[in-house]
């Protein structure tokens, strides 16, 4: 077990198309996390940039692009690109920076503007590049493969159609709620099922969108919280960024096979599940201590495996415990209570971010009407990419 | 003029007709399979290391899921912008002895009603695209007519 680190401050721009760039969006959340900190940025020793691929350079090189924004003033400074996984990666590296002694405190910034339609390569012919063969070769956009994990889960579990509409209905709901969410109107699931098919069998409500947004978050080490004044913080217990295991059998985004199991048996866990657990593992918790949790809702069908690889219920279970209303408000353990991808749409380095803001609120108790009573321990989770695992705990 | 018919990507197919088979690469000191092939080290972390030798995969295999894509991908994808859009099938296949799951497209006029996971599919040849001389050529996955 590590020490813990303290969220200070937590800051958003909402999540929409507002036709602006990147830099924008990030600057104003990370004034926000500021300003909610309490702190002026001349007080902030590091900035960890989550890297956008818009712009030329990795999103400017994100960090100093935010630095030069909030107007130079030394810090060190810090840029990473995990694709949707990035935001977590900027978190683990301001915690490590802040435990390793070389930053007191430390602002993390992800931000994007994203482009309108099917998320696609960066242009450019690159045969040896897996991203760029499954769309040339196959076009296999990401909605693609959410339709296959959501047709092998009606196939294994009996999930239906009716229950990824059940996740849209739970997560609109609650993200008419947040005043940073995109899409700020509940829905039926009439209106789900009423949605055009995208990727069999699911519709284009089952799939997120894609969004400009950004989010930041001020961290410091539990001493600096003190001496600023900051006597119970809320506190990152854990980050998990592992990767996959050898032979991973679950296909993935990007790749077109699998590992081969021929020669090794397949690990006991999935790699989703291993993100969860090595989170839980750090933190010393299970998910019986749980208040809520965010995770990666990039569809419906998604959102409930993820219930089952973070322990919320059994292999299978997801969409029982969907139906009991154990994720919605005032069930046993709230899922996505600040409507997740599907009230939001991706800005991708910003949302492993704003899941991290979300817990923040929500473990002070200022969520609003969004609040989990008694909120004490959250999680997040997501995936980037080619095999970044993502997992926050956060307690207060 | 005749098309040329050239694999839309290098060393991950062989022959037409009969013979049509993807081809992988093996390890000769784990026997691990690789597919798409690597040809340069062995990717299990246990194993030492041996050479990486092409080997055939198997050509029939059982459906471990499939979709469809009701909308024009984006490019790299190559379509022609001036038709309507026709949907095409694509199907998640997992082969026993290679214990893998390869995805690939179905073969035209196969669509997701004509499905169930579990049915058995064999790896047919197919065409991806033509252009003026050219035309790429692909695998596609095509039912057996044995159910699942």
């Known amino acids: 077990m590590t020490d813990d680190v303290a969220v200070l401050g937590a800051g958003m721009h909402p999540w929409g198309k507002w036709g602006r760039g990147f830099v924008a969006y990030g600057t104003a959340a990370a004034r926000a996390a500021l300003a909610d900190a309490g702190l002026d940025w001349r007080d902030i020793g590091s900035v960890v940039g989550a890297d956008t691929v818009r712009g030329g350079y990795p999103g400017h090189v994100a960090g100093a692009t935010f630095a030069k924004a909030l107007g130079w003033q030394g810090a060190r400074v810090t840029s990473v690109y995990a694709a949707c996984a990035s935001g977590a990666q900027a978190i683990a590296a301001a915690r490590a920076q802040i435990l390793a002694g070389l930053a007191d405190v430390v602002l993390v910034v992800g931000a994007d503007a994203a482009p309108k339609g099917f998320f696609r390569p960066a242009g450019g012919d690159r045969p040896d590049d897996p991203d760029w063969l499954r769309f040339r070769l196959l076009g296999a956009t990401n909605p693609a493969y959410f339709g296959l994990y959501a047709r092998r889960r009606m196939a294994v579990h009996g999930d239906t159609p009716e229950d990824f509409a059940l996740v849209k209905v739970k997560n609109a709901a609650l993200g008419a709620l947040n005043p940073y969410a995109r899409y700020r109107k509940r829905v039926t699931a009439e209106e789900v099922a009423a949605s055009a098919v995208v990727a069999d069998p699911l519709r284009l409500l089952d799939i997120c969108a894609t969004s400009d947004g950004g989010a930041a978050l001020v961290l410091s080490s539990l001493d600096f919280a003190q001496r600023h004044g900051a006597a119970r913080p809320v506190r990152i217990r854990a980050v998990s960024t592992v990767t996959p295991r050898f032979p991973n059998t679950v296909l993935d985004l990007p790749d077109i096979a699998t590992d081969s199991a021929v020669a090794v048996e397949p690990p006991q866990e999935t790699f989703r599940e291993s993100i969860a657990r090595a ?60 409507g997740g991808l599907a009230s ?33 321990v959250g999680i997040t989770a997501n995936q980037g990419l080619f095999g970044h695992g993502s997992s926050v705990v956060a307690v207060r | 003029m005749p098309h040329t018919r050239k694999p839309a990507v290098a060393g991950w197919f062989a022959d037409e007709g009969d013979g049509f088979r993807l081809l992988g690469t093996r390890c000769t000191a784990c026997a691990s399979v690789f597919f798409p092939r690597e040809d340069t080290h062995c990717r299990n972390p246990h194993c030492t290391g041996g050479s990486l030798e092409e080997t055939p995969l198997s050509r029939k295999g059982r459906i471990w899921s499939y979709t469809d894509s009701r909308y024009r991908p984006p490019s790299p994808y190559v379509s022609n912008p001036e038709l309507p859009w026709e949907p095409f099938t694509l199907i998640a296949v997992e082969l026993a002895a290679e214990r893998i799951v390869v995805l690939g497209q179905a073969a035209p006029g196969v669509t997701v009603a004509d499905l169930t996971v579990g049915m058995e599919v064999e790896v047919v040849p197919g065409v991806l695209h033509e252009d003026a001389g050219t035309t790429w050529t692909t695998w596609h996955w095509r039912p057996t007519g044995v159910a699942a």
């Open chain 1, 279 to 338: 989170a839980y593992e750090e933190a010393g918790i299970g998910p019986e201590d749980l208040s809520l949790a965010e995770v990666y809702d990039l569809s419906t069908a998604l959102e409930l495996q993820w219930y089952e690889d973070l322990g919320l219920c059994g292999e299978g279970e997801g969409a029982k415990l969907l139906r009991e209303g154990a994720t919605a408000p005032g069930g046993r353990i709230p899922v996505n209570t600040s």
């Open chain 1, 344 to 376: 939001f749409g991706e800005a991708v380095p910003a949302q492993a971010i704003a899941q991290v803001c979300e817990l923040t609120w929500q473990l002070r108790g200022t969520a609003g009407d969004r609040q989990v009573a008694g909120a004490r």
